[in-house]
């Protein structure tokens, strides 16, 4: 579980990087149902009636993998997963904190209901009327209110070391500058960017991208020929770090 589980860790926040979210989603739930499958061939329940110290051990290294794969999935699914770290005595533990070993052997589990219930045992709350089409992917205004969608000025632009995809940049949000990494570098060249207003996710859990800080996220669109076109103002009298939405 611990090689499985760390070279998640390594792929999500190049994945992220490159903008392939849902590829970096389906490899956290990849590790959970790794999981899954780890228990079923060590079958604890089991095992623990002749050996009681290992069983301990499968239990750790279960709940370990599950630990991080909550930290990981936190952005996307943050109270769920604060449930799930709750239960498994992990609450208190830095959510950038990636590290195998994180949980102490002997922490004390919270009992709790399932954090995903079967879809047969949910209440009903509203029922669409007749004919009329629900659409997908809906996200409540709460929801969206987390998002914190700025413009930010790009002052430096130059490619990551040892990777073709990768750009890193400098930007300014007016009171304060930092570092976003971003899989844009086979669509733009690193200095014309310099200069360019373009918009990003502020408040975007920080990550490592190939050794390098990456605190943010730049929004992009993907044209029918597969080019990234950024998001960008062309008001100039709007200033950086003004927030957008």
Do not use: C
């Amino acid at each position: 579980m611990k090689a499985g589980t760390e070279a998640v860790v390594e792929r999500v926040p190049e994945l992220i990087g490159a903008m392939r979210l849902h590829e970096a989603v389906e490899a956290i739930l990849d590790l959970v149902r790794q999981v899954n499958t780890y228990l079923e061939k060590t079958q604890p329940w089991h095992q623990i009636k002749t050996a009681k110290e290992q069983t301990g051990s499968t239990l750790y290294h279960a709940a370990e993998a599950l630990r991080i794969a909550a930290q990981l999935l936190h952005p996307v699914m943050p109270s769920r997963m604060d449930m799930v770290r709750r239960m498994i005595g992990a609450a208190d533990i830095p959510l950038a904190d990636f590290t195998w070993g994180g949980l102490q052997p002997g922490t004390s589990l919270e009992e709790g209901g399932a954090p995903f219930p079967r879809l047969d045992k949910l209440e009903v709350v509203t029922q669409p009327e007749p004919g009329e089409e629900q659409p997908e992917n809906v996200v409540t205004f709460a929801d969206f209110q987390k998002v914190d969608l700025r413009i930010a000025e790009v002052l430096a632009a130059e490619n990551v070391a040892g990777t073709d995809k990768l750009l890193k940049l400098q930007i300014s949000l007016g009171d304060e500058e930092r570092q976003i990494v971003a899989g844009i570098a086979q669509h733009y060249q690193a200095e014309e960017l310099v200069g360019r207003r373009i918009v990003v996710v502020a408040n975007l859990q920080p990550a490592k991208i190939r050794g390098e800080e990456s605190r943010g996220m730049l929004l992009a669109a993907e044209g029918k020929d597969g080019k990234l076109v950024l998001a960008t103002v062309d008001d100039p009298n709007l200033p950086s770090g003004l927030k957008v939405g």
